[in-house]
């Protein structure tokens, strides 16, 4: 599978989705504007991920839930949420399409704005394996991840404050 050392010491994976037990994993790092509470609370508004992440479709819940769905990119995912420490960390596992995916967000702050880490393990079916192994998958990965990272500086729009 894949070595461990890759993967921040900070994340905190489900029995069976370590980097070492995944068929794919995947890590994006970047920095966006604003604080890390403005990142967490887009990261959890789930009604409008279809507005900036790249291929969502639809989610079944308005409000960060326990257990919802998505359709992204055509398929429909069962999510369930395994961590939420606002506004530093959340974790959620997606189950569909023989895929089962954990993605892990951490957002630190820095002088710039927020960092954030997102890493993703993958286990897959074996005739969706051959898919989700393959250099172009991981490369669209890749730059899904990089893409939702640049939308979460983006959106929504600051709001205007007046004092």
Request: proline share 7%; net charge negative; charged share 20%.
């Amino acid at each position: 599978m894949y070595e461990t050392s890759g993967s921040h010491p900070d994340i905190h994976w489900p029995s069976g989705f370590s980097p070492a037990d995944a068929h794919s994993f995947h890590r994006a790092q970047a920095v966006v504007s604003g604080p890390p509470e403005r990142s967490f609370r887009i990261l959890t508004d789930v009604a409008n991920w279809p507005n900036w992440v790249p291929g969502c479709e639809e989610v079944s819940s308005d409000t960060l839930t326990q257990t919802f769905e998505v359709v992204w990119a055509g398929h429909r995912f069962e999510v369930f949420v395994g961590e939420s420490v606002p506004p530093r960390r959340i974790g959620w596992l997606g189950i569909g399409g023989g895929v089962m995916l954990y993605q892990a967000w951490l957002l630190t702050e820095t002088q710039d704005g927020t960092e954030i880490v997102v890493e993703n393990a993958v286990r897959a079916d074996v005739p969706v394996l051959r898919g989700a192994m393959s250099d172009a998958w991981a490369e669209r990965l890749n730059e899904l991840w990089l893409a939702q990272l640049g939308k979460l500086s983006e959106y929504p729009p600051e709001e205007n404050s007046t004092s």
